[in-house]
């Protein structure tokens, strides 16, 4: 049965004074690429698939490299919810208390410039367009957001998706099942063996 894994990507600098969205992974980050490539291994993804935000990005570069080159795709769609304009980090408490607001009511504007249900949406149509130019057979990996991510398991899935959020390291993975996106699998901290 193929599978879509989907990663969190690796451990970022969270910098108050840039927004989230440019955030570069740390050194600490880059060394956790190398455990997030073993998890990822057992897949053979044909292609990896990232969101273009550096801190995705980076960690997809360093896992194609560690995979022996596989090749990289980055996809706009499957960039993280938008905070951009109104939506200073803070502190990691305030951060969470927004999550906290934002799961429960994905049709208000909880912070940022988006919904939760316009992210889900947007992410969906990114891996939509994924799983029509790949094989039925084929395994697919996507770099990508904590939150988008638990988004879109969450449509599929009984979950709790603040905890599940909140429960995802920085790399992580969740493993769908295809066709139906049932998560078969969890692994909190990908950044470890």
Known sequence: ????????????????????????????????????AQHLKPYRAKRLYSSPMPKAIQTAKRVAL?????????????AE??????????SLAEFHARMKRLFPAPNELAFGD?????????????????LESSTKAENIVVISHGTVIVLFAAQYNPIDS???????????????????????KVIEDAGIL
């Open 1 to 36: 049965m193929p599978q879509l894994v989907l990663v969190k990507h690796s451990n970022s600098d969270h910098n108050p004074l840039q927004p989230a969205a440019d955030w570069p992974l740390t050194a600490e980050g880059l060394r956790r690429c190398r455990p997030l």
């Open 66 to 78: 560690e995979l022996n080159d596989v090749p990289l795709s980055e996809c706009p769609l499957l």
């Open 81 to 90: 919810h938008s905070r951009q304009s109104n939506a200073p980090y803070g």
């Open 114 to 130: 988006e919904t939760a249900e316009e992210a889900k949406h947007r992410f969906r149509r990114g891996i939509e367009s994924i």
């Open 162 to 184: 603040f905890q599940l959020w909140q429960s995802l390291k920085m790399p992580s993975l969740v493993v769908l099942d295809l066709p139906d996106f049932r998560i078969s």
